[in-house]
């Protein structure tokens, strides 16, 4: 996976490469946070419309309260 700094640009070569390294050996794909967001607080409305749309696009959506 290319790795994509547009907004990472505190993260090294170094850093790419230890990530990059990490992922092989434990065969994962991993996300670099610079200040890990808060989960959302999701009523089970919200909840609901996160699976539809999930189901949809045929992805895994990961909701975060805005900074």
């Known amino acids: 996976m290319d790795f ?15 990530i990059k390294e990490l992922e092989k050996k434990t065969g994962k794909c991993l996300l670099a946070y ?10 089970p409305k919200e909840l609901q419309k996160i699976k539809e749309l999930e189901s949809k696009l045929c992805v895994r959506l990961v909701a975060y309260e805005k900074q």
């Open 4 to 18: 994509d700094r547009t907004y990472a640009d505190y993260i090294d070569e170094e850093g790419v490469t230890a």
């Open 34 to 43: 610079y200040t890990p967001p808060g989960p959302a607080n999701i009523d």
